[in-house]
């Protein structure tokens, strides 16, 4: 009997190029099932400057030079513990220090492993330090710079103070947070649109 | 002959809810074919505090009101001129404080019209102008509380300063910052979320 009867196909192995995308998408996702979710080839690329990126790990080097330069400027001084507003330049420079130094760390490690940092709990932990110590950073800073011209420019009183050590550290605390804000902007841009 | 045919259904009319619906989109939405793409009764509503609801008019006012507080009580001194960072911190009060009437003027506008402000423009120019004033209403207060400290107490020659007025008028300062984060972060999410 020749009757119609149902093709069997044997069932094909899928494309090596579709695991292989697969599998990377699971080791650099993190997220739970978020790989998986995402069509192969589909996968969004880090913006320059965020977390995990070059252009991030120069951003948080540069913040960690810069406080640790105000720092050792304002510490070169003998006399700013007799001034509130110098003191605490001091205590947010060494903290935005630690902080960037750490997150900088964190970069290498994630560039070294090549291992994207787009987790969100990462990312909201990222914003919130960012966030605070910013805050803190241009409280420090605006605060010296006010000191600083009321010394130099409403008393005149340059010639018995460290005029130029207090305006260095004033001025590379502003530098270390304007170097800190693309850091915190990016970090909420990708916490807000996920 | 009963051959059979094709039936004909007359074209029924589209319920007379999803015309409104549609309508009412149409009349919020302000980006061009926005509110027609969206499916009828999923239109977002605004969070509490965002340009445009109840909540973020009284932000704006407070922010307005505390920025006022701030430049009266440091202008009702007499020797503010003396020194750089409170005149810095007249001059930020007074941006503030027209910037956030001004914003003000804007949501009352839209809530007596029932409009939403949920334009991607108009969002990107709130949160661009917030965050400008912001930054400088908080250097001002910050510059302003390095001054008040070092006078009151690494100086202590309170007694020849009106202490008060400045603590005062930097308090204020802090609390019309305070007033604007909110809704500069409110901004930034709803820009960055669309």
């Known amino acids: 009997m020749r009757a119609s009867r149902p093709a069997v196909h044997p069932v094909e192995a899928p494309p090596a190029v579709a695991a292989q995308a697969q599998e990377q998408a699971q080791a650099q996702g993190h997220g739970e099932g978020e790989g998986v979710a995402h069509p192969r080839g589909v996968r ?4 320059p400057g965020a977390p995990g990126t070059p252009a991030g790990l120069g951003l948080r080097l540069a913040q960690a030079f810069f406080a640790a330069a105000a720092l050792a400027v304002m510490a070169s001084t003998n006399d700013f513990p007799s001034v509130s507003a110098f003191s605490y330049l001091v205590a ?6 630690l902080w ?6 964190v970069d290498i490690y994630a560039l070294l492993v090549k291992r ?3 987790n969100a709990q990462a990312v909201c932990i990222f914003t919130i330090g960012d966030g605070i110590t910013g805050t803190l950073t241009l409280g420090a800073a605006c605060a010296s710079a006010g000191i600083t011209v009321l010394i130099g420019n409403d008393l005149n009183i340059c010639a018995e103070n460290h005029c130029a050590s207090f305006e260095t550290a004033t001025a590379m605390a502003f530098i270390s947070w304007f170097a800190l804000a ?3 902007i990016l970090n909420f841009w990708s916490m807000a649109s996920r």
């Open 44 to 47: 969004m690329k880090d913006p």
């Open 92 to 97: 947010a420079a060494i903290l935005q220090c």
């Open 100 to 105: 960037s130094l750490s997150l900088a760390f």
């Open 116 to 118: 994207s940092l787009r």
């Open 182 to 184: 693309p850091s915190c």
